[in-house]
């Protein structure tokens, strides 16, 4: 999923499902969005590594990798 969106260096695509009242407003599509690096920290384990998915912390929603 990556490798099919060109991101700069330091940017990380994330997507997530819909949430129902978006369903019901008719904005059912799958939802990609752009984080970077500097930014959300939370993203990535001890290691290094990054997380399957992550709350971001300005909406409040979970993104997947």
Not at 4 to 20: F, L
Not at 51 to 60: E, I, L, S, T, V
């Amino acid at each position: 999923m990556f490798n099919a969106y060109k991101c700069n260096a330091g940017e990380i695509v994330y997507r997530r499902q819909p949430t129902m009242s978006e369903i019901r407003f008719g904005h059912g599509a799958i939802h990609y969005r752009t984080f970077t690096i500097d930014e959300t920290p939370e993203m990535f384990l001890a290691d290094g590594s990054r997380k399957r998915f992550f709350k971001a912390k300005d909406d409040g929603l979970f993104y997947r990798r």
